[in-house]
């Protein structure tokens, strides 16, 4: 395995100095699979910082670096990805990010640090709900015909 990790760091590096950020990417994540599967989260761990560091908007990049620092307890760098995806996010997952940036603010023991991406969900989401159509309620009683009264009255 170390034979792998050093080929495909190495790959990255190339690739990188070549400006291939597509491949680049390609080839840190599976940087990072390799050396979680092999037991060395921390380094996985920065690998993919790093990587977000040079694509801040990677959401899949984000989203496994903020599961990394939740399993390791890493509570103010959780606050940092999920207030980033907040504002990557769309619909419900940009919901549930901001629920997940709220409970990581909380065990950072900041609660108020999610405040920015929590405002950001909410104007969001009432922006979206400001523009769906309005449904207006039936301004009169609409009645069934009468001879499915009088089924209905004959069954009762």
């Known amino acids: 395995q170390d034979t792998l990790v050093a080929a495909l760091d190495a790959h990255r590096v190339t ?3 070549q400006g291939d950020l597509e491949s680049e990417r390609s080839v840190t994540m599976r940087l990072s699979v390799v050396l979680r599967a092999g037991g060395d989260t921390p380094r996985s761990r920065d690998v993919l910082a790093a990587w977000v560091e040079r694509d801040p908007n990677d959401v899949t990049a984000l989203r496994q670096l903020a599961d990394l620092d939740s399993s ?8 940092s990805h999920t207030t980033r995806l907040v504002s990557l996010d769309q619909g419900e997952a940009q919901a549930e990010t901001a629920m997940r940036l ?8 900041d609660a108020a640090s999610a405040r920015d991406g929590l405002e950001q969900a909410q ?3 009432a922006i979206k709900v400001h ?9 009169r009683r609409v009645e069934p015909p009468a001879a499915m009264r009088r089924t209905i009255a004959q069954q009762g």
Do not use: T, Y
């Open 123 to 125: 104007r969001e989401r």
């Open 72 to 79: 390791s307890e890493r509570w103010s760098d959780v606050v």
């Open 15 to 17: 690739l990188g100095d």
């Open 102 to 109: 709220f409970d990581a603010a909380g065990k950072a023991g």
């Open 131 to 139: 523009h769906l159509p309005v449904i207006e309620p039936p301004l």
